[in-house]
């Protein structure tokens, strides 16, 4: 069965500074997509970014960028410029290729000290 | 983007009651809808998924007898949770997919739905 690690229950980083989020997953298939998704305090589930699996190449959204290692079955996130708005939940999730259901890391609660 | 809205965001009910959950897409038809429990500081558990016009799949461990689903329309699907009980108290999320997408695309979350139960 597939599983999502996330292994940083907490994580802290200055305004301005850059942090990095681990992931592992566990997968025998070799078509998937993983995302990061944020949860703020109002709960809303909010897309960071998405990294299709055939794809060799890191995914990158402004601030926020992947490193995506498919054989180590590696996704990290690194937030560069942390702002005190990305102080959030912070889940990794995979996607299965068939029936699209996402599977959830246990999440990893940042915050941002000004 | 897509916007899923959810009703009521937050309810109380009585215990041995039963509280109906509704999860809408509101610009864009959702062949697919997912269905999510949240305990506080846990991750996402899907409960279910449904398909508009059949039956919904449950994960192993969900009563479906107890949570109840419908997905009647394109937009609409709705959770029940019958005879509700204190330990039913969660946050209830939905996402949704389009057909087309599901495969390709972002599933597109609802704002949440607190339940407690007295």
């Known amino acids: 069965a597939q599983t999502v690690t996330q292994s940083q229950p907490e994580m802290s980083v200055q305004e301005a500074e850059t942090v990095t989020l681990s992931c592992t997953y566990d997968t025998s298939e070799s078509d998937y997509y993983l995302f990061w998704y944020k949860q703020p305090p109002s709960r809303q589930m909010i897309l960071v970014i998405r990294q299709e699996a055939y794809k060799q190449q890191n995914a990158t959204e402004n601030r926020f960028s992947v490193n995506f290692q498919k054989a180590a079955k590696s996704f990290s996130l690194k937030i560069s410029d942390s702002q005190l708005g990305d102080a959030a939940m912070y889940f990794c999730?995979?996607?299965?290729?068939?029936?699209?259901?996402?599977?959830f890391g246990q999440g990893t609660e940042l915050s941002v000290k000004p | 983007g897509a916007v899923v809205s959810q009703h009521p965001s937050w309810v109380i009910c009585k215990s041995g009651t039963s509280v109906k959950i509704e999860c809408r897409s509101l610009d864009f038809q959702a062949t697919t809808m997912f269905w999510y429990r949240q305990f506080p500081k846990q991750s996402l558990m899907l409960m279910a998924t449904?398909?508009?016009?059949?039956?919904?799949?449950?994960e192993q461990g969900v009563e479906k007898d107890k949570f109840l689903i419908n997905h009647a329309s394109l937009t609409l699907s709705t959770l029940t949770v019958t005879s509700a009980h204190p330990e039913d108290s969660s946050f209830y999320i939905c996402?949704?997919?389009?057909?087309?997408?599901?495969?390709?695309?972002?599933?597109?979350f609802g704002p949440g739905t607190r339940l407690t139960v007295l």
């Open positions: 996402s949704a997919a389009e057909r087309e997408t599901i495969l390709t695309d972002t599933q597109y």
């Open positions: 449904s398909n508009e016009g059949s039956k919904a799949t449950y």
């Open positions: 999730a995979y996607r299965y290729n068939q029936g699209g259901k996402l599977i």
